[in-house]
C-alpha cells in the first residue's frame, strides 16, 4: 500500500480544481455581493431574490399571543406562542399531526380542512394577534403576505393543492367550519423562519437569551442561514427595485437561494458529479456546501483518486461500486475513523491507515472549501446590511441545519474564514448563533409582522 503523501493530495485536489487555495476569498464576497445587486434588479443573475413581503419587527412587545404553525416533511406542527416580558417565544399547547397527503392522496379540500382542524382547538383556547405559517414547500410569495403553492416533494400526496393560494384556503376552511378568522395569515419559507426566529431568540446585544437593554439600543438586524440538507440566506433589505421597494425604515426580507449561486471555482469532478445529480447545471453553491451533496460528491473525488493509484487500498474495487452513499456515513467515518465501521471504515484493513489518512485527507479539503464558500455569502450579506447597526447590537446571523452544527469541520473553519473577512480591515461586529424550533418561532414572529 501507498504511504501517505500530503503534499501528493494537495496537487491532486489542485489538479482537479477543488482545492480551497485556489479561491480568492475577497473576490468571491464580490461576486456573490454582483449577484445580490442584479437580482435585486430583476436582471439575469444566479440569485433570484424572492421578496418576501414581510418586515421583521425589531423590538417583539411583551403579552402577544399568536398561532404557529410549520408544516414540513411529513409533519404538520401547530402551537400557541406567547411573547414574555423579555421578547422571548414560549410555545403552548403544541401538537403533532401527520402532514396532509402523506398517508393517501387528498384533495384540496381534505388537505385544508386538515390543516384548519389543527389550528380550530388553538383558535378558541386564547385570543390571538395573528397566524404564522411556515410552509417549507417551494411557493410564490404574494404581496399580501400569502404563498402560491407551485410543487410538493414526493412525501405529499396532494395534486389539487398545487397553484392555490395557502393561506387563502386555510382562511376559507376555517370560515366553512364555523371558526371566522379575520386577522392576518402570514406565509413564509423555512428561510424567513430563521431569520425571524432569530430576532426572537438572540439578544440585541448577541447573547443566546434575552438580556436586559437599559439604555433602549436598537438591535442590529439579523440574517437567516439554512446549512443543512440545502443551502440558503435571507436578510431584511430596504431596496428591491424590481418591485419598486424602498424603505430604510421599513425593510423588507428577502430569501436570496444562495444555494444556486453560480460559483465559477468550480473543477473537473464538480462537473462531473454535478451531471449525476437529477437536476444538473443548477444549485452550484449548494452542491458543494450542504449535507444533501456532500457526501456523494466526496465520494465521487474519492473514486477518482483511486483510479489515478493516488490512494490504495486491498478493497478499493468495493469502493468503486458503491452506488449509494449519504453525507451522514461521511461524516461518522470523518469523526471516528479509526474504528473501522461504517460503509466506508470498514473497507480499510488495520494495516491500511496510510489509505485511510488520504481518505479523510481530501474530505477535509473539499469541507474546507464548502466552509469558505459558506463563509463569503454571509460576508457579502453582512457587507450588504451593514451600515446598519451599532457596535454594541452586532449584526445577528440566526442559523439552523444539521450540516452547520455537526459536520465535522465545518462549522470551526466556516466561522474561522467568516472573521478574516470580515475583520481584515476593521472590525464588523457580527454573532453566529444556532437557533431552536426556528420555524414554529419563526412563524410566530411573521404572525406580528403586518
Known amino acids: 500500500m501507498g504511504k501517505f503523501n500530503a503534499q501528493e493530495l494537495s496537487d491532486f485536489a489542485q489538479y482537479y480544481g477543488f482545492h480551497y487555495n485556489g479561491i480568492n476569498p475577497n473576490a468571491l464576497v464580490k461576486e456573490v ?4 445587486e442584479r437580482g435585486l434588479d430583476g436582471k439575469e443573475s444566479s440569485l433570484a431574490m424572492i421578496p418576501s413581503y414581510i418586515t421583521p419587527v425589531t423590538n417583539i412587545p411583551s403579552g402577544k399571543t399568536v398561532l404557529a404553525l410549520d408544516a414540513g416533511g411529513t409533519n404538520l406542527r401547530s402551537s400557541l406562542v406567547y411573547f414574555n416580558e423579555n421578547g422571548e417565544a414560549v410555545a403552548q399547547g403544541t401538537k403533532k399531526s401527520p402532514m396532509p397527503g402523506t398517508n393517501g392522496q387528498v384533495s384540496a379540500q381534505q388537505f385544508f380542512d386538515a390543516i384548519a382542524d389543527a389550528a380550530i382547538p388553538l383558535l378558541k383556547a386564547s385570543k390571538i394577534e395573528g397566524i ?6 417551494p411557493m410564490k410569495i404574494t404581496s399580501d403576505s400569502d404563498g402560491i403553492l407551485l410543487t410538493f416533494s414526493k412525501e405529499v400526496d396532494a395534486p389539487d393543492v398545487i397553484g392555490k393560494a395557502i393561506g387563502k384556503g386555510l382562511r376559507e376552511a376555517l370560515d366553512a367550519k364555523g371558526c371566522k378568522y379575520p386577522g392576518p395569515i402570514v406565509m413564509l419559507n423555512d428561510t424567513v423562519a430563521t ?3 432569530g430576532i426572537a431568540s438572540i439578544s440585541p446585544d448577541g447573547e443566546a437569551s434575552r438580556t436586559r437593554n437599559d439604555f433602549g439600543a436598537e438591535a442590529g438586524p439579523v440574517i437567516g442561514f439554512i446549512l443543512g440538507t440545502g443551502f440558503n440566506t435571507a436578510y431584511p433589505e430596504s431596496s428591491i427595485p424590481k418591485i419598486k421597494f424602498n424603505s430604510h425604515s421599513s425593510p423588507q426580507i428577502v430569501v436570496c437561494e444562495t444555494g ?3 460559483v465559477r471555482y468550480r473543477g473537473k469532478l464538480d462537473i462531473e458529479y454535478d451531471n449525476t445529480t437529477k437536476n444538473p447545471g443548477v444549485y452550484f453553491l449548494e452542491k458543494a456546501t450542504s449535507g444533501a451533496y456532500l457526501g456523494p460528491l466526496t465520494l465521487h473525488i474519492i473514486k477518482q483518486a483511486i483510479k489515478d493509484n493516488i490512494i490504495k487500498f486491498k478493497k478499493s474495487d468495493e469502493l468503486l461500486a458503491i452506488t449509494h452513499f449519504e453525507t451522514r456515513f461521511l461524516n461518522e467515518f470523518t469523526h471516528s475513523p479509526l474504528t473501522a465501521q461504517g460503509p466506508l471504515g470498514s473497507l ?8 485511510l489518512a488520504a481518505v479523510q485527507y481530501i474530505t477535509s479539503i473539499v469541507t474546507e ?6 463563509a463569503a455569502v454571509l460576508a457579502a450579506t453582512i457587507e450588504r446590511i451593514s451600515s446598519s447597526f451599532e457596535p454594541y447590537s452586532p449584526i445577528r446571523i440566526a442559523v439552523e441545519g444539521t450540516t452547520y452544527l455537526i459536520y465535522k ?3 470551526r473553519s466556516l466561522e474561522a474564514y467568516l472573521h478574516k473577512m470580515l475583520y481584515r480591515e476593521k472590525p464588523l461586529p457580527y454573532v453566529v448563533s444556532p437557533v431552536e424550533q426556528a420555524s414554529l418561532f419563526g412563524a410566530a414572529v411573521a404572525a406580528l409582522s403586518k
Request: charged share 20%; aromatic share 18%.
Open 33 to 36: 455581493l454582483i449577484e445580490m
Open 132 to 137: 404564522g405559517f411556515t410552509f417549507s414547500y
Open 195 to 197: 431569520l425571524l426566529s
Open 260 to 262: 444556486n449561486f453560480d
Open 348 to 355: 480499510f484493513a488495520h494495516n491500511e491507515s496510510d489509505a
Open 369 to 374: 472549501r464548502g466552509a469558505l464558500f459558506s
Open 409 to 411: 469541520g465545518m462549522r
